[in-house]
């Protein structure tokens, strides 16, 4: 039944890119948004390597993702002060203002979402996923 459960969860995460990809702007996909939305979600000032481990990507991945957001003027790197070695991320007005926007641009569809029979006792879900999420990620490989 995991394996059921988990197989589900991927083929709404996939159908759910889909239909938010459709709705962003040309060349920004879903883990670019993703950068931002963790950024006000968790904090920002974290460091390449942090998001990398945290969306479980390769750094060089990582470093595609935040130069596409640099030149959008959505992110800054600014010089780490606890390692001069290393930079941090953090998201500008412009950022914050364009992921409110994505956001945006999927209310019109959600609202239709929420009204159906299917998406009764969401906000249970939405509990218990969230309790599926924190077990795995306290589980997570550290490598």
């Known amino acids: 039944m995991i394996f059921a459960l988990f197989n589900e969860i991927g083929i709404i995460e996939q159908l ?3 239909m938010f990809e459709a709705r962003l702007p040309k060349g920004v996909l ?13 904090a920002d000032g974290r460091t390449p390597l942090e998001l990398a481990t945290a969306f479980q990507v390769p750094k060089t991945t990582l470093s595609h993702t935040l130069a596409l957001l640099e030149r959008r003027g959505w992110i ?10 290393s ?25 239709v979402m ?3 029979p299917e998406m ?16 795995l990620d306290a589980r997570r490989d550290p490598d």
Do not use: C
């Not at 800054?76 to 070695?85: F, I, L, Q, T």
């Not at 941090?88 to 992921?99: K, L, P």
């Not at 939405?126 to 999420?133: F, M, N, P, T």
């Open 30 to 42: 879903v883990s670019h948004f993703s950068v931002l939305n963790h950024l006000i979600r968790v």
């Open 76 to 85: 800054e790197m600014r010089p780490n002060p606890g390692d001069k070695r």
């Open 16 to 18: 759910s890119r889909a």
């Open 120 to 135: 009764q006792g969401v906000d249970a879900l939405v509990a218990r996923l969230s309790e599926i999420r924190q077990y």
């Open 87 to 111: 930079k941090q991320v953090w998201i500008t007005a412009d950022g914050r203002a364009f992921r409110n926007e994505a956001i945006g641009l999927l209310s019109p569809e959600m609202s």
């Open 114 to 116: 929420a009204q159906a």
